[in-house]
Structures are given as structure tokens and as C-alpha cells.
């Protein structure tokens, strides 16, 4: 059974930076697609990033591109999203995601299988 566990948010100031991790168990995941998503209050689910796991190839939502990367660690299964010169926007409850085979391209929420429970990361002004 495929777990996500996500850990790392909290309150950062504005111009901040914070690193969430994903940690993830119950199956291989050289084929999968990891996801970040985020959701805030009243507000649907929204991509963040996306990495291949085999390849590395990454994506990202125009409104965090050049502020956060996603990486991968094989040997520890964990995804890294590193999030730089954050914003009171970038305010969410954030989730990571996964699916088998696929590509960076799958962008909705309803496209990935499994879910961690979320982390709250909070930016304050």
C-alpha cells in the first residue's frame, strides 16, 4: 500500500524559505509521477510541481516557477519541494501526490492516486 507522509511546513515571514518534505513507502517509485499540490481557504486544489522519479524532469506552476524547486532522493524515497522568496499567496495547505507511469504534464488534482494527509505552511506579511 502506497503512503505518503509530507512533514517540514509551518509560519515563515514573507521572503522566507521552508523545505517539505514527502516520504514515501509501500511500492517502487522509479515509474511514478510525484506531485505537489496546494489548497487554500475556499479555494480548489492547485499544482505546484511535479517530478519523474526515473528521469528527474521537473514542473512547475507559473506562479512558483523560479522560486521553488522539487528534487528527489532515490536512496531515501523522499521528494523535496524547496521553496524560496515565499509569499502571503504561497500560503496553503500543502499535499504531495503520486501516480504511476504518466509525466510532468499531469497537472489536476484528479489525475494522481495516492495523497499524503498535507502540511500547513503559513507566510506572514
Known amino acids: 500500500q502506497v503512503q505518503l507522509v509530507e512533514s517540514g511546513g509551518g509560519l515563515v515571514q514573507a521572503g522566507g524559505s521552508l523545505r517539505l518534505s514527502c516520504a514515501a513507502s509501500?511500492?517502487?517509485?522509479?515509474?511514478?509521477?510525484m506531485g505537489w499540490f496546494r489548497q487554500a481557504p475556499g479555494k480548489e486544489r492547485a499544482f505546484v510541481a511535479a517530478i519523474n522519479w526515473s528521469s528527474g524532469d521537473t514542473g512547475y506552476a507559473d506562479s512558483v516557477k523560479g522560486r521553488f524547486t522539487i528534487s528527489r532522493d532515490n536512496a531515501k524515497n523522499t521528494v523535496y519541494p524547496q521553496m524560496n522568496s515565499l509569499k502571503p499567496d504561497d500560503t496553503a495547505v500543502y499535499y504531495c501526490?503520486?501516480?504511476?507511469?504518466?509525466?510532468?504534464?499531469?497537472?489536476?488534482?484528479?489525475?494522481?492516486?495516492?495523497w499524503g494527509q498535507g502540511t500547513q505552511v503559513t507566510v506572514s506579511s
Open positions: 501526490a503520486a501516480r504511476p507511469y504518466g509525466g510532468i504534464w499531469n497537472r489536476r488534482a484528479n489525475e494522481y492516486d495516492y
Open positions: 509501500g511500492r517502487t517509485f522509479r515509474s511514478y509521477i
